[in-house]
């Protein structure tokens, strides 16, 4: 099974990971699983092993040899009470290495995987109405969209349907496409509804934000934005307006056509979305879009309808639908246990209907709550843990998973970021949330570059000796005013950040010593 996306013209200059997926597609190891458990993971060919078992989620991870993630799709980031059970019995089948993370793409991630498990799982997984095929590698990622999709007061348009729908065009409907499983890289698809851009749109290589059109809500679409190790790059206009219809799903469709039969191949770093934009221009893109989509597209609104501060949605708020709440818990570095994930998908079908929604922020939303079952709710022992009154640098923390489990990871994430904003909120009080984000490696999976205070992960030296350290990033925005912040020094040993962030918040963000703290140990 060999997708034909690539030229012949194109193979003499193919990097080594186009000449993989040339030999076979990584959709093909679907049909191996069975083979793959029998035979254990040492004796899984190379390059299955560490490349294509992404094409259905599995990532093996030489710092957990013998263990692998599992990466879902959760379009939307919405899941039910009985699939978060599902996903909790598998965790807690693997003890102390199992665990699930929220990803910044309303996603989760399970961790401690044996591929001897992976038919049972899969099985599991398809009679839950899961699936994890095309969440890795050069496919397309999970699509985000607002969290409150459905049941905000101010929500413009519904995206949950239109996401699932470009889902399913991508993934045949979870059974895998091999239409879409050779893209020149990864491409990341969000489709926002609301007025606070929830989504992060100019991160994404293709974006939908609310726009009225001669009096017609609808969607204008953005296109190029990424982060990468080589170059960040926010997205920019594609200068199309898109009614809230199947049209959004046959663009998305247009676009990733054109993307894997012209993107660039030759350099694995220069073969996002944004590179092949660059070479040919916004107008030939453009046209060579409308060309694939059949139909004249329509140009693009004035402005967009996106124009309030981003929301982390922590908290308790009212619904469109009458006596109806949904809660915002914040859940610490986005990490879940198989016993947290159970009482969630408990206190879901309890007090709510059952559902349950991811953030980009690494949160999580309980909707549908009866005012009359809310003050119960809110006593539940699992809001402890999981507070709707955090403090406001923890509110605020991202972490990518980590060198704890991700050997990419150049530096440990999730546990240092957590214990370093506890001992900062110790000693200082803070007016507002303070948006810290983590990455471990520049891939920037934490997404440093969007946050008040960026940390990016790097190794140096330090008096003779290899120590971890971060590089500074400040300035990133979210909401209406979005944009990228900049690196503003390199080479931090972490052991030394706790003074450096003390300063900046104190300096930057109108935090003040409390009282009762000493920092002159610090």
């Known amino acids: 099974m060999v997708n034909s996306a690539v030229k012949p013209d194109q193979k003499k200059t193919q990097n080594k990971f186009e000449r993989f997926k040339a030999e076979k597609d990584g959709l093909a190891v679907k049909e191996e699983l069975e083979h793959f458990a029998q035979i254990g993971w040492k004796a899984i060919d190379k390059t299955d092993l560490e490349q294509r078992l992404k094409w259905v989620g599995l990532f093996f991870r030489p710092v957990t040899p013998g263990k692998f993630m599992l990466r879902m799709r959760t379009p939307n980031g919405i899941l039910t009470s009985h699939k978060m059970q599902v996903l909790a019995e598998i965790v807690q089948r693997y003890g102390d290495q199992g665990n699930a993370d929220i990803t910044t793409r309303q996603n989760i991630q399970l961790r401690g995987i044996r591929i001897e498990d992976v038919p049972d799982i899969f099985q599991r997984l398809q009679d839950a109405g899961m699936t994890s095929v095309q969440s890795g590698m050069d ?44 893209l020149p890289r990864k491409c990341n698809i969000a489709i926002e509804g609301g007025r606070d851009n929830s989504v992060h749109a100019e991160i994404n290589d293709i974006a939908f934000v609310p726009a009225y059109k001669d009096g017609q809500l609808g969607f204008n679409v953005l296109v190029g934005g990424f982060f990468s190790a080589k170059r960040c790059a926010a997205a920019i206009p594609l200068n199309v307006w898109v009614p809230p219809n199947e049209d959004v799903v046959n663009l998305c469709r247009a676009i990733l056509t054109v993307y894997r039969d012209y993107g660039l191949r030759t350099h694995r770093q220069k073969s996002r979305l944004m590179w092949l934009i660059d070479e040919w221009g916004i107008a030939k893109f453009r046209s060579a879009v409308e060309t694939q989509f059949a139909h004249p597209l329509v140009l693009a609104a004035e402005k967009d309808e996106m124009n309030w501060y981003k929301r982390d949605h922590i908290g308790v708020f009212k619904q469109k639908q009458p006596s109806l709440n949904y809660v915002g818990l914040h859940v610490p570095i986005g990490r879940l246990y198989a016993q947290n994930m159970f009482e969630l998908a408990r206190i879901a079908e309890v ?36 507070s709707i009154n955090p403090n406001p640098l923890e509110q605020s923390l991202v972490s990518c998973t980590g060198s704890q489990f991700c050997s990419f990871a150049l530096i440990e994430t999730k546990n240092r970021a957590l214990e370093i904003v506890r001992v900062l909120e110790a000693e200082l009080e803070l007016p507002q949330p ?19 205070i960026g940390l990016m992960g790097a190794k140096g030296h330090k008096d003779g000796r290899t120590v971890e350290q971060v590089d500074l990033y400040m300035g990133g925005q979210v909401g209406n005013d979005a944009q990228l912040g900049t690196c503003v020094q390199k080479g931090i040993a972490c052991e030394d950040l706790i003074p450096i962030l003390r300063k900046l918040l104190i300096e930057h963000f109108g935090a003040k010593p409390r009282k009762e703290s000493n920092l002159i140990n610090n």
């Not at 991508?170 to 059974?175: A, Q």
């Open 139 to 182: 496919n397309v990622r999970n699509i985000t969209g607002s969290p409150v999709a459905g049941i905000d007061v101010d929500e413009l348009i519904d995206t949950r349907e239109l996401i699932q729908k470009v889902q399913d065009m991508i993934t045949n409907k979870g059974e895998g496409n091999i239409e879409f499983t050779n």
């Open 351 to 386: 007090y709510g209907n059952g559902e349950i929604r991811l953030t980009v922020e690494q949160n999580l939303i309980i909707p549908n709550i009866p005012d009359s079952h809310l003050h119960v709710f809110l006593a539940e022992p699992l809001l402890q843990k999981f």
């Open 434 to 452: 303070v948006r810290i984000h983590w990455a471990g490696c520049p891939n920037s999976c934490g997404q440093p570059q969007i946050a008040d």
